[in-house]
């Protein structure tokens, strides 16, 4: 008995080593597999991929407390991945959690400080400038800091002293003279532009005096110089964050919504940036149907952020035909402080109200005053509140207001459907109600299914116009829709669903030359060439913008099958198309196809300032010709019509 008992005691010693030995192995290989990815996440950093660095950092957070001593590196690699990505909310939450691993990193610190400063945090700000002003390596970005604390305080005059009080040597001065010009912008803005010049011929590769030039010429009406002037700064600083998201916001202000979610997802190509994700989710799905922006988002842990990570996760679940879950503003209330005062939020609500069919609710939500204050599209809340005013027969003030503004003068800036509703508006107001009726006797697809699918396409929400179609059951457009309302509803679904589905909703009957010439440019999408040109054929000859582009398309078609005689015809046939940019552009080719090289100069010379084409054509005829001043020239022009193309950039 005794030798058995030994016996298993023996193997249980064993069996205990043995598995000792396990825990100690695996123990050890935890270990060097942690130490090894904090290194790795230096070595990101190094090679500028904070995406990466940000991904193992949040992988390895919960086990900082195994080995003491690690915590304030990983936060000091945190901190710089964060500076690195802009990605301000998580260096916002790192400077709250322990303030000083944030001020001394000097690229943070600049950030947080301009964080603090749009707060009004001046306290706060000062000292992140006192700590860095005598002994940082960069003093013009510091001085530069402190002059826009005196703009932000009000205090323009002791700015400028600032400013005045000193120069810097060569680029280091470009932040300084664009600062004079921004004050000196509102009284001469001749002299702001020389100030930009120089700061400019300073750090030609100073992205901050391209965006603000941009902001300049947006703001003038100069919108392709504009976006050009965004796209340089961009290109000036591809790895800022800040200046990508600033370009895709201007493609947001002009419609530009596939621009905009381009821009963005390369912004994410060295991983997932919370605010960007978000902004890709919520404009994905407004603008199409087919499009998801489902990226996971990566937030730091923390009680305010991880509550923050569940609520963008929360949204981006909504199931399909719905745009708000209410449940998310129960289930989340420390939450919804931050969220409320967002844009984004507040017109998935709107549209939510609409997908409920509650009238009342839809004007309570766009007459709030946090949609009126921060509402980021003035229109789309006009057209909306147009709609629900006909409906409930409820009219503020407010809408007339904005009725006159979209109806007046400049009004030909604005889509045909702000116009129609802003006229309407006005007469509804001028009119007693039953004569507004009589005038207004097609009215009632106002209360019809496809009256707010017809805005939100008018303005390119082109998901959220499929999904309200769609949550009604609708299959094709009611006959009694005005023309322009079909037109803009088609070639939404047309843009958004493809060719073949949007001629499913066309009028059965229409005398309308825009729907015809819409009808023709789906048959031709769809293959059906033979159809497309007896259409377009029949619409040549009308002296209006259909009859032009009826012309060019099928001049361009004629071309492609070497249909030279037609295409000369067609020419000769029609006057007003001839002299129009495209016309002289068609012109042009048929010479360069009937080797008549020096004709086919002539014409493109002739519209080189409005023709992408033609700037395109003397760009290869100068470089040929070994000219590159006058290629570097063309090149200029063309990369105003064209600012995304990074070949034209290089040309430069």
Not at 309 to 336: H, K, L, T
Not at 379 to 389: G, T, V
Not at 478 to 497: C, E, K, Q
Not at 630 to 651: C, G, H, N, V
Request: with cysteine; glycine share 6%; net charge negative.
């Amino acid at each position: 008995m005794r030798k058995v008992l030994i016996v298993v005691m023996g193997l249980l010693l064993v069996a205990g080593g043995g598995s000792a030995a396990f825990l100690y192995w695996k123990a050890h290989v935890k270990k060097k597999q942690y130490f090894l990815s904090l290194e790795y996440a230096r070595e990101y950093l190094t090679e500028g991929h904070a995406g990466d660095a940000l991904h193992l950092i949040d992988t390895y957070r919960g086990r900082r407390a195994d080995y003491p001593g690690t915590e304030n590196q990983w936060q000091s690699l945190e901190v710089k991945a964060s500076a690195m990505s802009r990605d301000l909310p998580r260096l916002d939450f790192l400077y709250s959690q322990n303030p000083m691993q944030v001020v001394v990193n000097e690229d943070a610190s600049l950030l947080m400080a301009r964080m603090l400063l749009h707060r009004n945090k001046w306290d706060e700000c000062a000292g992140i400038i006192s700590y860095w002003r005598n002994t940082s390596p960069n003093p013009h970005f510091w001085f530069s800091l402190e002059a826009d604390r005196h703009i932000l305080q009000g205090d323009p005059a002791s700015a400028r002293d600032l400013l005045e009080s000193r120069q810097f040597p060569g680029r280091e001065d470009s932040g300084r003279l664009m600062r004079l010009a921004m004050l000196r912008a509102g009284d001469d803005l001749a002299g702001a532009w020389e100030l930009l010049d120089e700061a400019q011929n300073r750090d030609p590769d100073n992205p901050d005096v391209h965006t603000f030039k941009a902001q300049i010429l947006e703001k003038s009406g100069d919108r392709p110089r504009a976006r050009a002037e965004y796209a340089l700064a961009w290109a000036a600083d591809p790895q800022n964050v800040f200046l990508g998201d600033q370009l895709a916001e201007f493609y947001i202000r002009q419609n530009q919504y596939p621009m905009a979610l381009a821009v963005w997802a390369r912004l994410q190509e060295t991983g997932p940036l919370p605010s960007i994700a978000f902004k890709s989710h919520f404009w994905a799905g407004l603008t199409s149907s087919s499009t998801t922006a489902s990226t996971v988002v990566s937030w730091p842990q923390g009680e305010v952020v991880d509550s923050a990570m569940q609520v963008i996760r929360a949204i981006q679940q909504i199931p399909a035909g719905s745009f708000w879950d209410s449940n998310i503003d129960r289930e989340y209330p420390e939450f919804r402080r931050d969220f409320n005062s967002n844009d984004m939020i507040g017109w998935l609500k709107v549209l939510q109200t609409i997908a409920d069919g509650d009238m009342h609710a839809l004007n309570s939500a766009l007459e709030g005053e946090a949609m009126k204050r921060n509402s980021l599209e003035r229109e789309m809340r006009f057209l909306l509140s147009a709609i629900a005013a006909f409906r409930l027969n409820v009219w503020h003030p407010s809408l007339l207001v904005e009725a006159r503004w979209f109806g007046g003068a400049d009004g030909e800036e604005h889509h045909i459907a702000t116009r129609s509703l802003a006229r309407m508006v006005m007469d509804r107001n001028i009119l007693r109600e039953d004569h507004f009726e009589n005038q207004y006797d097609a009215m009632e697809w106002l209360h019809g299914p496809c009256a707010f699918p017809v805005v939100l396409a008018s303005r390119g929400w082109f998901g959220a116009a499929w999904t309200l179609l769609k949550k009604r059951g609708e299959t094709s457009l009611h006959d009694g829709l005005p023309s322009w309302a079909a037109y803009t509803l088609v070639s939404g679904i047309r843009r958004d669903r493809g060719a073949a589905q949007a001629l499913q909703w066309l009028p059965g009957k229409s005398d309308s030359p825009e729907l015809s010439l819409l009808k023709a440019e789906m048959l031709l999408e769809s293959g059906e060439l033979n159809g497309a040109m007896s259409i377009f054929g029949g619409l040549v000859r009308r002296d209006d913008g259909a009859g032009r582009r009826a012309a060019w398309i099928l001049g361009t078609l004629y071309l492609e099958r070497n249909q030279l005689q037609d295409a000369e015809k067609l020419i000769a046939a029609c006057p007003g198309f001839t002299e129009t940019p495209r016309g002289v552009e068609l012109r042009a080719r048929i010479c360069l196809a009937r080797d008549r090289e020096d004709e086919a100069l002539e014409l493109y010379r002739s519209v080189a300032s409005e023709s992408s084409e033609a700037q395109a054509y003397l760009l290869r005829h100068y470089r040929k010709l070994g000219n590159e001043a006058e290629a570097r020239d063309f090149a200029r022009q063309l990369y105003l019509s064209m600012p995304d193309e990074t070949r034209i950039w290089k040309e430069l």
